[in-house]
């Protein structure tokens, strides 16, 4: 049983119990169901009370239970609220703390609903693609009105019970020292024989000329909601409870809900949910290996990285110690931090005193003995194996035992930087993406030693940070940058083809990258790409690569840095302008190479650069870098700018259909450069049989 059923005098009460936040699924509806025909039929009940246990009234939909049959098994959630609205004797919804989705939608089809103060009121579904699907949408502007209830149900956000005090939503709000039953309890006698009973249903929306206010509303939802569907079917389910009867209204709702859960872009928003909770399970790690405890971190390297990853611990409340080869380095880099900090107050998002506190957390040091009893020490200095080297022999020597020694490399082996030390258990990858302050993505690499308490910490420590923590492999670019080449290959291979940078990006743009590779390269420094190749020329020399980017750094274009690229650049104006003798090496560059350049589609440039990615993926996942398909995708949408919508690659692949992604990497292997499409292996095997990579 998910629900509790106890009598208190001439009052049921039914307590809805399924940790920890009372989500509705089947065994706690039935229970629900089943404690309201009790009560009917027990003549000494009144009056019912459903509340919930613990921390929530109710969280809605149980999410354990989203995408299997028993979402709609009956009782439905639909049944639960029928059984409550049609019940003889009054009902009366206690809430909560939390009361959210459908549990609000339940609350709606009580005939009370009585409430504590700062109880998080929501109709959350639009952040999954969906609307309310139970009543939400016809009953909510009963209660509170046209617009109050649009704004819920188009923005999802929760709003605190008592800002909504005095609305048609709750008939009491309790004092903040009540207690809820005892207060709920009382509440149900006083209104025991009153008749007849209140129905949502029976109210009437009134909004003045409401015409003129829902084609605002749609105009105003289809500017910002981009290619999500779901913000504008609210506004027109929201739209029917005044425009249809209820009965109406209520199919309606039915109606645009089956057909939201169908969208891509609804199954894209599900699947990123889903996949962010999963990424941090690790099968070989239990969920309760203890972890090390971080009260204090230290960081090699003020730098880009450094300064930005030491601002991720100072937000969450950690003290951090700077450690710089030279004082002018700390200097700049503990200025930078102030200066950011100071950036984010004056758009009004940190208070003084926060700032205060922040920087009353960060120090500098130029001697390893003021950090040797951090309890994290994360390297962010040059990327040069040399100095990894150093400077992990020094904290080998330095550090406490049990401290956890991390380096943020984005290309060199963590197990030979781990082999630098005598506790390579300690040793682990944590590959921050820059701003290190700002972007989600922490790629956790497991080294072949590393310890599982040293993942568990890790991956806790991602969650502390507000990261969204991805468990990579060894292997040269781990998950992204790996999969990150293939594409950045492709784009070079565009432009000698026949492409320009400007064809290429907005391309990528229109399918809904963030931004496309070349304004990218632009962003990041060209250089750093070109430092990459010129190692790769060496090292792999079997592998292909266009010239044109090594040539746009010599004309000394290195992006946004030198306020020139692939683009041109004016002082503070981010805006990209194509340039003339850019293009004109392009395409000279495919006349020297005796390249007959043509004119490329779009749909090729989007093909080849998602499925290179997609390509690489499938080795990634097949070698056991990345644990599953989806965390590829996490690593995309956190890490890339891989458009929300369309899910991730892996997902984005699946949706299109692996035999028709094999055929055309196929195709272009017959192609100009076809040496850098080699099917991955699973994706052939799954291909063949008509499997997806997320299952
Ligand atoms: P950076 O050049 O901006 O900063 C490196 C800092 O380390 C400099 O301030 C330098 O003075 C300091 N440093 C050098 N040797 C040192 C030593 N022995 N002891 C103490 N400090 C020392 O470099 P950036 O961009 O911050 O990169 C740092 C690391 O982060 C590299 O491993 C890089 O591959 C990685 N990374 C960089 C990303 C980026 O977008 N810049 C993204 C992800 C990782």
């Not at 891509?264 to 239990?286: G, N, Q, W, Y």
Request: glycine residues 10%; neutral net charge.
């Amino acid at each position: 049983m998910t629900a509790e059923y106890q009598v208190h005098g001439s009052v049921a009460v039914i307590t809805l119990n399924n940790p920890p936040v009372n989500g509705m699924g089947l065994v706690t509806r039935t229970a629900a169901v089943k404690g309201i025909q009790q009560a009917l039929a027990d003549d000494a009940v009144k009056a019912i009370v459903i509340t919930g246990a613990g921390k929530a009234f109710s969280g809605g939909a149980d999410i354990k239970e989203f995408n299997s049959p028993k979402a709609l098994a009956e009782p439905s959630l639909h049944t639960l609220i029928a059984t409550a609205e049609s019940s003889t004797k009054p009902v009366v919804a206690a809430i909560h703390t939390v009361c959210m989705g459908g549990g609000l939608e339940l609350s709606l089809g009580c005939h009370y609903r009585v409430a504590m103060p700062g109880a998080q009121i929501a109709l959350p579904e639009v952040k999954l693609g969906l609307l309310p699907g139970a009543g939400g949408t016809q009953r909510l502007p009963r209660v509170l009105g046209l617009e109050m209830a649009l704004n819920m149900i188009v923005s999802g956000t929760p709003v605190l019970s008592d800002k909504l005090a005095g609305t048609g939503l709750f008939d009491e709000m309790f004092a903040a020292d009540a207690d809820l039953l005892t207060s709920a309890v009382a509440f149900a006698e006083k209104i025991a024989d009153a008749r007849p009973l209140p129905k949502v249903r029976d109210r009437k929306v009134d909004y003045p000329n409401h015409e003129a206010f829902l084609q605002f509303s749609r105009n105003t939802v289809k500017a910002m909601s981009g290619p999500f569907p779901a913000p504008l079917e609210c506004v027109e389910t929201v739209a029917a409870s005044i425009t249809m009867k209820f009965d109406e209204g209520m199919k309606f709702e039915r109606e645009r809900f089956m057909h939201l859960i169908q969208t891509t872009e609804s199954k894209s928003l599900r699947h990123a949910f889903f996949s962010e909770r999963i990424a941090s399970k690790v099968p070989d790690v239990p969920a309760d290996t203890p972890v090390r405890a971080i009260k204090s971190a230290a960081i090699i390297g003020a730098g880009t990285m450094g300064g930005g990853i030491a601002m991720n611990f100072l937000n969450a409340g950690i003290p951090v110690k700077l450690l710089e080869t030279r004082q002018e380095a700390l200097d700049k880099g503990l200025a930078t931090i102030r200066k950011n900090y100071e950036n984010t107050m004056k758009k009004g998002k940190l208070t003084q005193e926060k700032f205060d506190q922040r920087m009353a957390l960060v120090s500098g040091t130029l001697s390893y003995a003021d950090i040797g009893q951090a309890d994290i020490v994360v390297e962010a200095v040059f990327e040069e194996m040399g100095v990894k080297e150093a400077v992990f022999r020094k904290l080998d020597e330095m550090m406490k035992p049990g401290a956890i020694l991390a380096t943020n490399t984005s290309t060199l082996d963590v197990d030979q930087i781990a082999a630098f030390t005598k506790r390579p258990e300690d040793v682990i990858g944590t590959h921050f993406f820059s701003p290190a302050n700002v972007m989600k993505l922490l790629e956790i690499v497991r080294g072949a030693k590393t310890g599982k308490d040293v993942l568990a910490t890790a991956l806790a420590l991602s969650k502390k940070l507000k990261k969204t923590g991805v468990v990579s492999g060894v292997c040269d670019g781990f998950i992204g940058n790996r999969m990150i080449e293939q594409y950045s290959r492709q784009a070079g291979f565009l432009l000698e083809e026949g492409a320009l940078p400007e064809q290429v990006d907005k391309a990528a743009e229109k399918f809904g990258f963030a931004m496309g590779p070349f304004r990218m390269g632009d962003l990041a420094g060209n250089d750093i790409g070109w430092a990459i190749r010129k190692r790769r020329y060496v090292e792999k020399p079997e592998i292909s690569y266009s010239k044109t980017a090594d040539l746009l750094c010599e004309m000394g274009r290195y992006g946004q840095k030198t306020g020139a690229g692939w683009y041109d650049y004016k002082a503070g104006d981010r805006k990209a302008y194509p340039n003339e003798q850019v293009n004109a090496m392009i395409v000279q560059h495919s006349a020297g190479l005796g390249v007959a350049r043509r004119r490329i589609s779009d749909q090729e440039i989007v093909e080849r650069l998602v499925y290179s990615l997609v390509n690489e993926a499938a080795s990634i996942l097949e070698e056991g870098i990345a644990l599953r398909a989806s965390d590829i995708d996490m690593v995309y949408l956190t890490g890339y700018g891989f458009p929300l919508y369309r899910g991730g690659p892996m997902f984005y692949a699946d949706t299109v259909g692996l035999p028709k992604v094999l055929a055309a990497i196929r195709q272009y292997a017959t192609g100009h450069h076809g040496e850098a499409w080699t099917p991955a292996p699973l994706l052939v095997k799954l291909a063949d049989e008509g499997k997806t990579f997320n299952g």
